[in-house]
């Protein structure tokens, strides 16, 4: 099956600063990356995601990139801002299939 | 439109106690999973469903039993509970097929002492 593995377990950073969190997964027919944020004692909320058939995509502040051949996929988060201090999952899906294979986290804490 | 809900929110048992963890959803998402998440190990996947009727095992199924009687509720029920079934519990739901976003409940916190 499926494994995904993400670096690194926490982050510190400035605010303003940018911040990156890598995943790689194992499963060549993963075919979805979705990207988790969960704030503290909260439900994990999707905030973007990317398919295969594409290498990056943004949204505002955030952006994710994925190399196939490599089979990793990261998120970028830009301009951080406290708010943005949460636990981030990544995960995949393989084939058609709905399963998501989570990474463990990464704790991200935006310091003033 | 309540999106996935789950009761209780927090729950003490013994060890060898049964409960049912309910889950519903009110999207018409044919797929519906079970998720504990423990420190450190993020979100293991338990049990699934792809409809009514229709269930299989994710990674980390033993101790657990769910069933699928319709669209909108997936149960999760613990027959005999352990200190290791201490965790969060979470459910998600999604249409089915590969792309669409799993929509997560606001969870059940475990604790069987």
């Known amino acids: 099956g499926e494994n995904v593995e993400q670096h690194p377990s926490t982050l510190s950073v400035q605010e303003g600063d940018s911040a990156v969190i890598k995943c790689t997964y194992s499963?060549?027919?993963?075919?979805?990356f979705p990207w988790y944020k969960q704030e503290l004692g909260k439900r994990p909320q999707l905030i973007i995601d990317?398919?295969?058939?594409?290498g990056e995509k943004k949204d505002q502040r955030i952006a994710v990139t994925l190399n196939k051949t490599a089979k990793h996929f990261s998120l970028h988060i830009t301009e951080t801002q406290p708010e943005d201090s949460a636990v981030y999952f990544c995960a995949g899906v393989t084939g058609g299939g709905n399963k998501l294979t989570f990474g463990t986290g990464t704790q991200l804490k935006v310091e003033l | 439109n309540a999106g996935v809900t789950q009761t209780p929110k927090f729950q003490v048992l013994k060890t060898g106690q049964s409960m049912t963890l309910q889950c519903a959803q009110d999207m018409n998402h044919e797929y519906m999973s079970w998720y504990r998440q423990d420190p450190g190990m993020g979100l293991r996947l338990i049990h699934y469903s792809v409809g009514a009727g229709i269930t299989d095992q994710g990674e980390v199924p033993n101790g657990y039993n769910v069933s699928r009687s319709t669209t909108e509720d997936f149960p999760l029920r613990l027959l005999s509970a352990a200190p290791s079934q201490t965790s969060v519990y979470f459910c998600?739901?999604?249409?089915?097929?590969?792309?669409?976003?799993?929509?997560f409940g606001p969870g059940t916190r475990l604790t069987v002492t």
């Open positions: 998600a739901s999604s249409y089915l097929g590969g792309g669409y976003e799993q929509y």
């Open positions: 499963d060549s027919a993963s075919n979805y």
């Open positions: 990317i398919r295969s058939n594409v």
